[in-house]
């Protein structure tokens, strides 16, 4: 082989490589692209489906009644009007204490009667104080944080005993308090020695242990076991004769109570509410990560009687927070949620019970 043949031959190689190269690189390039497209039209159809579950829950809330503890749904659609069914499953349920449901596509959901949770804005009453304590903050600090709390809601400058006011504030180069209610239950860290307070995984369990409503009770019925066991200052594993009875028939009196659980509730026996509120919450999350949508809505049925109000609800307050771990979902019983069957822990219907069917779609 001659030089110049020699040449020819290792330029031809040169070159097979480089087209080699890039051949690799267009195709790395492609598949990349190719990958974050089919990633991007994931979390569109995720995002489509988390608001389509949310705009439906809207519409069953706004078209069934409830029992004392769920939304009862039923074959024959009827506005819903306030009233509390006594123990009605109809052709089914949705539970309101905060259980998880599947939603549409890769979408869960769950609704949480308010009267369910505890106040974030009430810090005279004890509850908010044995939330605080059950997730593990020292009762010293609990202490002195509620004065300050009041201060921060009230809505005006006079300092309470052991409170903190907009001079305070300042002089640890901080804004000065709202003097309204907190927004959500994430603006308790503006509050002036609440800043480190709790870790991340506290505040997690706060936000869902309670709301920015003023409740005007609290409902046994549909409370999270881990709200139960800090208002009645108990641990979760011993409230299964309570959490059993509640399964069986809704409590409603305030001795019952304290029968099943041995512990006396440090909330007046008017404050027992027998039946779940128009205030309720709605979360909505992609089932493999991402952020949960909550959104606090109040109902209200006589609405088309009341302009300027335009639709059966209002939203009263919406935010995210971060996923929580992965639960076992729920079948929602109604083909609108791609459900079927009847909810597991409810009442079975008679065999020949026709399914859950809605006539209408959410607006």
């Given at each position: ?16 490589v ?18 974050n497209?089919?990633?991007a039209?994931?979390m569109?159809?995720?995002?489509l ?14 078209t ?28 089914g ?12 596509g ?6 949480q ?14 509850q ?61 860290n ?106 606090g ?43 079927q ?5 409810a ?14 779609r959410?607006?």
């Amino acid at each position: 082989m001659t030089k110049r043949e020699g040449f020819i031959l290792a330029a031809t190689l040169w070159a097979l490589v480089a087209l080699t190269v890039i051949a690799a690189y267009i195709d790395g390039v492609t598949r990349t692209n190719v990958d974050n497209a089919h990633r991007a039209k994931r979390m569109l159809q995720a995002e489509l489906d988390r608001r389509g579950t949310e705009a439906t829950l809207l519409y069953l809330l706004a078209t069934n009644r409830m029992n004392r503890r769920s939304l009862v749904l039923e074959t024959e659609q009827r506005p819903n009007t306030g009233t509390v069914m006594l123990d009605d499953t109809g052709d089914g349920v949705l539970r309101l204490g905060g259980e998880a449901y599947q939603g549409l596509g890769e979408v869960a959901f769950s609704l949480q009667d308010e009267l369910g949770l505890v106040s974030v804005n009430a810090p005279t009453y004890p509850q908010l104080s044995q939330v605080l304590t059950s997730i593990g903050v020292p009762r010293g600090d609990v202490a002195a944080l509620m004065p300050r709390l009041s201060d921060y809601i009230d809505v005006d400058g006079d300092l309470i005993l052991d409170g903190a006011e907009a001079y305070d504030y300042a002089r640890t180069d901080r804004p000065p308090p709202a003097n309204f209610f907190l927004a959500t239950p994430m603006e308790l860290n503006r509050v002036l020695g609440a800043e480190n307070l709790l870790d991340r995984a506290q505040r997690q369990r706060l936000r869902a242990m309670t709301t920015p409503r003023l409740v005007s009770g609290l409902n046994f019925n549909t409370m999270p076991p881990e709200v139960a066991a800090a208002v009645l200052e108990t641990e979760i594993d011993d409230l299964d004769a309570f959490l059993a009875a509640r399964e069986e028939a809704p409590l409603t009196d305030f001795d019952r109570i304290l029968e099943l659980t041995g512990r006396a509730a440090d909330i007046p026996s008017e404050r027992v509410a027998p039946a779940p509120s128009i205030a309720l919450r709605v979360s909505t999350w992609w089932q493999h990560g991402g952020p949960r949508t909550v959104v606090g809505i109040t109902l209200s049925p006589a609405a088309r009687y009341q302009p300027p109000v335009s639709a059966p609800w209002r939203k009263e307050y919406r935010y995210s927070e971060p996923s929580r771990p992965a639960t076992a979902l729920r079948q929602a019983p109604t083909p609108l949620l791609g459900g079927q069957a009847e909810d597991q822990d409810a009442t079975a219907a008679p065999p020949n019970a026709p399914n859950q069917r809605t006539p209408g779609r959410p607006g």
